[in-house]
């Protein structure tokens, strides 16, 4: 009995000593007393190391209301506004998007001129979470999944990502072809032998760091899903001599690189070359030009773009920068440096010059992402924007907007949009459409 009584008062003991540290842990992190100093930089690290969560935090009431996928809206309209009535636009979104009536995302292809939706596709999400042995859980998880930066193939088929995760191709009737295991995020592009490049985090961890980092890197997969090369971008900025931007700034944080776009170059000119590709480092404000080839970082330029995404070469050999605009902190809060306003930068690499000449037009009707956001540049001169947070999409000159489109799933609310893009006429064929078996079920 003496014994039993001596294990009942241990285990209570143990209880109200965990009970005890349970609490001080919750007031530690609500009220930032001690240890929350001792504490700070290891939590925020481990919470973006297992969340990877973007956009600005919701209210309690939000959590509870809405669905994951949801936020308050901050128009007054929903789905295509026309802006510039002088304007027609002949091109068409690719919109991957969260449904409400779906319970999913689903990604759509939109006629801009027609005002309608083209096509279709509903992500197979049980399928892919079959031939997965990645977690249901966070992007990867029904309620989560981003369906992120959808390329449209020439067959009518889809490639994409969770978000994080394993990158998947479906064919033109939702059904999936291919899943590839490894975690992949961000953009998804082709470069010019026709092959997929696309950020993914290396594992095993490539170079040997000081201490734990999220070795961000990209790949060059074909298109049947085959990782054909794969490159640290912590290894390619230390051995190109960049120790000091992956130590020497700022507090050290596990998502120290945050990749966030590996963009293929094609086309020669001003030093470039097809095949080189061009990073865009969210965390250390910096984009640099990279040949696969040689090793060689051909160029790196930090800011004055803050937290950018989405470098593109364009046609004269500048590059097109999204400059989200943002303070780097530990939390998810969102300071802008300039108060609700995001950036297009133009950046010539070969003198160092940098242009805004949208800037206007973004102030006067208050443009801006604290995460996430695209940027394409039109051959007319206009620019496609994608305000990722606020789940609007854009196109503007360097006076106006044109016209706008903001994902609605229910009265005063709207659904998030997951890198959308902007194909031109020239660039879509639509061939895939004819006969197509499931448009006639």
Known sequence: MRNKGKIISVIALFYLVSVGFFVWGLAAGHYHIFPWKQIEVIYWDLHAFLTFKD???????????????ERPTQFNFSGFKLR????????????PRYSKNDGQVIVQLFSIGDKKIVHTWVPPLDDIFKQSKVEQTGTNSVKEYRAQHPLLLKDGGLVFTSGEGPMVRINACSELIWVNDRHFHHSIELNADGNIVVPLVMTPQVPET??????DGFA???????????????????????????????????????????????????????????????????????????????????????????????????????GNDIIRQQDTS??????????????????????????????????ATGSSGRLKLLANGDAYIEESDKSRILRISKDNVRWEYVNAVSPGTVGAVHWTR???????????????????Q
């Open 55 to 69: 956009g600005p935090p919701k209210t309690v009431k939000e959590k509870i209301l809405l669905d994951i996928q």
């Open 84 to 95: 510039d009535s002088t304007f027609h636009d002949t091109g068409y979104l690719l919109m």
């Open 210 to 215: 000081v201490l734990p980092i999220r070795d």
């Open 220 to 322: 060059i997969v074909s298109l049947d899903g085959k990782i054909i090369n794969e490159y640290s971008v912590t290894d390619i900025l230390l051995k190109n001599g960049y120790r000091g931007l992956i130590y020497g700034v700022g507090r050290f944080e596990t998502d120290r690189i945050h990749l966030n776009d590996a963009q293929p170059i094609l086309k020669d000119i001003h030093g470039a070359q097809t095949g080189d590709i061009a990073l865009s480092i969210r965390h250390l404000s910096t984009v640099l030009l990279f040949d696969p080839q040689t090793g060689k970082i051909k160029w790196l330029k930090t800011g004055p773009w803050l937290s950018q995404h989405d470098i593109n070469q364009l046609d004269d050999g500048r590059y097109s920068i999204f």
């Open 334 to 367: 969102q300071i802008f440096v300039e108060k609700e306003l995001s950036n297009i930068y133009l950046f010539d690499a070969d003198n160092g010059r940098i242009e805004q000449p949208y800037a206007g037009v973004m102030a006067e009707h208050k443009i």
């Open 422 to 440: 902007y194909i031109s006429q020239d660039d879509i064929d639509l061939k895939w459409k004819d006969n197509l078996a499931c448009d006639q």
